[in-house]
């Protein structure tokens, strides 16, 4: 660590000096409280240091609920740098809140209806191929103390799909995609219901008659993630007689207990954090080219830490931080098509468990009341790429860590601001890195 400017006080008019009491002799410093201004005067001083000692490596993500989140993902890429990446997700219907079929009605056809929530990640030049299954059996949760489901959790269904659709996926679009069932699954459903059959008597049975979907994706052919609502929808369409033979349809919708997740995993083989897992929850940038990787719904962020920010006080006639600057820098080439930069990512306080805590706030704020979190300002340089970074303020944050005197593993993690509901990732270059340098710039102000 070096101090490389020294800048005179009168520069710096908005801080203020309060001295608290005299020097005990003439070779020891002030004692000092430093308030929102300085006093100009010839004692003071404020000193710029573009600190190295940043500490960067890759966290293991072991889990995270991936129901009554609000989407389904289903799909499949590869990626250079976080692997094979495969989602699949599974849903239990339950019965229309009503129904009574007339005499007479014949049956017509029946789909499953997905509205996509335009959230996706990958290549959309490419066809995208999704299939739908029977579930082998009616989902559970897995205890009565767990009413939710994780991204680890996987559900059992049919390898031989009931239906198969490939299109050119539309960002902008807000259509629905549709799969027509085979009419043998239909005629056998309708007739149930015509009949009031005891597998339509109510959901529970109905369940371990009809099991449930699961949605899933050709590996082999698609690069694109695609998310859903939860509000899938299978339809039942039949003939009701008359004058006029009328088409009537009967809904068939996720249960309100949501059941219904996604299932993402991560074949990291072959990239830079192969070695990421259960047995290894921490890699350090050094190991990793001088960067760290953040792709949190594929079980990995980043964690920056500033093990020797105390070392700033043992620096000549140090007294306190002013303001401190990170830049966060993504490293060169990563972020090209179809791997797109983050458009938002906000700083979580950490310690030794690496769970996100609280954010890091919006300094300008009116009122803690009102805070928001700072979520960077992405700047991308499109000609150079040398010039594509995020910038926060951790003036507040610096200030209350280096008063703390012991060990401690707090840190910052670097996180969208809704990390399981979106695929894009970011690869950060640590203070070595020579294409992607992040930086900490801290002011501090000394007395002579």
Known sequence: MKSNKSFPSFIFVFIILLILAATMNSCEKASLVLGENFVSNNTTQIHYVDTSTIEMSTIYVDSFVTSRNGALFT????????????????????????????????????????????????????????????????????????????????????????????????????????????????????????????????????NQYFKGLALTASGSVNNLMVGFSESVIMRLYYKEPGVVTQDVFLDFNISPLKFGFSHITADRTGTPIASLGPGNNRIFSAQTGNAAFSQFITGSMVKIRFPYLRSLKNLPNFVKIISAQLIIKPVAKTYSFPYELPPYLQLSTTDQYNQPGPPILDPNSSSRQSAVPQYGNLVIDYLYGTGTQYIYDVSSYLQAQIEIEKNNENGLLVLPPNPANIFNRIVIGDANNTTGQTQLKVYYASVQ
Do not use: C, M
Not at 130 to 142: M, N, Y
């Open 75 to 206: 799909g499949h890429y590869n990626d250079p740098a976080f692997g094979k990446i495969n989602a699949e997700s599974y849903a239990r219907l339950d019965l229309p809140s009503a129904f009574d079929i007339p005499e007479g009605a014949t049956f017509d056809s029946v789909e499953v209806i997905l509205k996509t929530n335009q959230d996706y990640y990958g290549d959309t030049a490419v066809p995208y191929t999704i299939s739908v299954s029977q579930l082998s059996t009616a989902i559970t949760f897995p205890s009565p103390g767990q009413a939710v489901f994780y991204n680890i959790d996987s559900w059992p269904y049919n390898p031989v799909s009931w239906a198969t659709k490939s299109l050119y996926f539309r960002p902008a679009s807000t259509d629905s995609i549709s799969l027509r069932l085979p009419d043998a699954i239909g005629r056998d459903l309708f007739d149930k219901l015509y009949n009031h059959s005891e597998e339509v008597s109510s959901n529970d049975v109905f």
